[in-house]
């Protein structure tokens, strides 16, 4: 039992669960603020790595990048180095509250210990979601959240007798997987339930991303629930089945979405918000609890637009929330304000990218607005390989104040999107948006950029408006 702690004059103790993005951005900048003679760090975690690009899986699975060594930041040995007590395949099964300990158990061994804390810091991210139903959990069913869920894909498509995928659910993970599965060489069929994919896209504007994939030669079926997984006489999955149809499958990927990993907080009483995320602070300490913080995919954070709470599972944010703890738990002082929504994504060179409310998320915070789309291209039209752009943009309509935008165009089309997202963070209006000073040349824009177009053109309306 492993029950030293700060009093009677000892080091303080931090204790981390979770061993990737915030939890160990937390440890690692607790470590520059305070050496391992004044702060001992203790962190756990389940799986066998560390720091890694979740996000990077998909390109891995589709074999455009080496992994998983190329996906990971820094390796538990690296973290070792910097005196921070980091044990892997070590999952936390309990939080002691009341008596400031966690019980963490050896995946491998089984054995369990109790270790105390002086402050604790919840990064345990989130968990593909499985939708409840028959065969869900059979081999051959994966949900892609970690590095030892790629190598488990991996493993599956190596040796699948055929090469047929369905993919369940649209979202960023299910296209990215659909395409990464393409390039594998399978036929891919996407079952989506929503009318279009990329439902954190406006629907007019998931056209877009539909006839893309469809382009790539992805077979689309929306507005179609999957009502059971079927399996074979080896009891993996066979077969992915809908009210209308029965679409073969030799592997089953789960594009659905993730919901925050809280049940060890939830257990322990701590405060949950309605998406299911930790509630805190700016500081990012757990609400009515002073020494202990949470950030990553497990908390819920503040929308700048909408004024509400989400739950976004984003490493740029993972990485934030967990320089804010490690600034705090330090001894330091730092907070973070909140997000924007911004998120961007790609099919084959199709570039997709959001920030703010869709025309739903406004409607549902009671805000009136008008919305205008514009076609445009990347670069000047006469300029070689300029290419079509679609901005879409959302204006609130009394005020002109910029409330979203949602942009789909190819190769440089994506990154744009920083335009509109610093311009939400700042509070500005489309009419001053027209002003901005951007960079311009005929290779990289044309005059008047797609996005101060669309600006231009929700303003007319806003004053149209009345």
């Known amino acids: 039992m492993d029950m030293n702690g700060a009093a009677g004059g000892r080091r ?3 204790v981390v669960i979770g061993g990737d993005a915030a939890g160990m ?3 690692s900048q607790a470590r520059r603020l305070r050496g391992p003679d004044e702060l001992e760090i203790v962190a756990f975690e389940r799986g066998h790595f560390t720091s890694y690009s979740a996000c990077g899986i998909p390109y891995w699975v589709g074999g455009e990048v080496d992994g998983p060594d190329r996906l990971i930041a820094r390796t538990p040995e690296e973290h070792r180095a910097r005196h921070i007590d980091l044990r892997t395949r070590t999952e936390v099964t309990e ?4 008596g400031r300990r966690v019980r963490a158990r050896d995946v491998d061994s089984g054995a369990a210990s109790w270790t105390s804390y002086d402050k604790l810091v919840i990064a ?3 968990r593909p979601v499985r939708p409840d139903l028959p065969g869900a959990d059979a081999p051959g069913v994966h949900g892609v959240q970690t590095l030892d869920d790629g190598q488990a894909l991996l493993d599956t498509l190596a040796r699948a007798r055929g090469r047929r995928a369905v993919v369940v659910g649209a979202g960023y993970i299910g296209v990215e997987m659909a395409e990464a599965l393409i390039h594998r060489g399978y036929e891919v069929t996407v079952v989506n339930r929503g009318r279009e994919p990329m439902s954190t896209l406006d629907p007019d504007m998931g056209r877009l991303v539909h006839k893309a994939m469809e382009g790539l030669g992805i077979t689309m079926v929306n507005d179609t629930g999957v009502t059971e997984v079927r399996t074979g006489g080896d009891g993996r999955a066979s077969a992915v089945v809908t009210a209308d149809a029965v679409y073969p499958a030799d592997v089953v990927v789960l594009g659905i979405g993730v919901t925050p990993e809280t049940s060890l907080a939830r257990a322990a009483g701590l405060p949950v918000g309605g998406h299911g995320g930790l509630l805190t602070d700016r500081a990012m300490r757990v609400r009515g609890h002073a020494d202990i913080w949470a950030g990553g995919d497990c ?8 004024g509400q709470l989400r739950h976004i599972a984003l490493g740029t944010h993972a990485n934030k929330h967990g320089q804010v703890i490690g600034t705090n738990a330090g001894g330091g002082y730092a907070t973070f ?4 929504g911004t998120a961007v994504s790609k099919v084959c060179d199709l570039e997709i990218a959001r920030t703010g409310l869709r025309e739903k998320d406004a409607r549902r915070v009671g805000l009136e607005f008008v919305a205008v789309t514009i076609e445009s291209t990347s670069r000047a039209g006469y300029y070689p390989d300029a290419s079509p752009m679609t901005v879409k943009m959302l204006a609130e309509r009394r005020t002109g104040k910029l409330l979203g935008v949602q942009i789909v165009g190819r190769e440089g089309a994506g990154k744009r999107v920083d335009i509109a997202a610093v311009a939400l963070t700042a509070g500005m209006t489309v009419e001053q948006m027209t002003a901005l000073d951007l960079g311009y040349a005929p290779p990289f824009s044309p005059v008047w950029d797609p996005v101060l177009v669309a600006a231009r053109k929700a303003a007319r309306a806003v004053e149209e408006s009345g």
């Open 12 to 14: 303080e103790r931090l």
């Open 25 to 27: 951005s937390a440890a």
């Open 95 to 98: 939080i002691d509250v009341a």
């Open 124 to 126: 345990t991210g989130a």
């Open 299 to 306: 908390v819920e954070v503040l929308d700048l637009v909408s």
């Open 337 to 340: 304000p909140g997000v924007v």
